[in-house]
């Protein structure tokens, strides 16, 4: 009995070794993966502000200095169509 339980050990430990390699390097490719995600869409996020910070600066004004109702219908709409 203590040989079959000393060859279930030495089967174990190879396979313990194996699970956390597995383990650890889908960890990490996942984590990279995510990162990279991540830095891209935050660079889409800020072109998108960027955008809409253009819009807001160069969009027609009344004498008042409020926009003008077209003007404020594409700003809202603008804001809509560019939330993430």
Do not use: C, P
């Not at 253009?54 to 169509?81: C, I, K, P, W």
């Amino acid at each position: 009995v203590v040989m079959q339980l000393k060859s279930l050990d030495a089967m174990w430990s190879y396979l313990l070794t194996m699970a956390t390699f597995v383990n650890t390097f889908f960890l990490s490719q996942a984590y990279g993966f995510w990162l990279a995600n991540k830095a891209n869409t935050r660079k889409v996020q800020g072109r998108l502000m960027d955008i809409s910070m253009l819009l807001a600066t160069h969009a027609t004004r009344g004498e008042n200095g409020r926009y003008t109702d077209a003007s404020l219908r594409l700003l809202e709409d603008v804001a809509r169509y560019v939330s993430l």
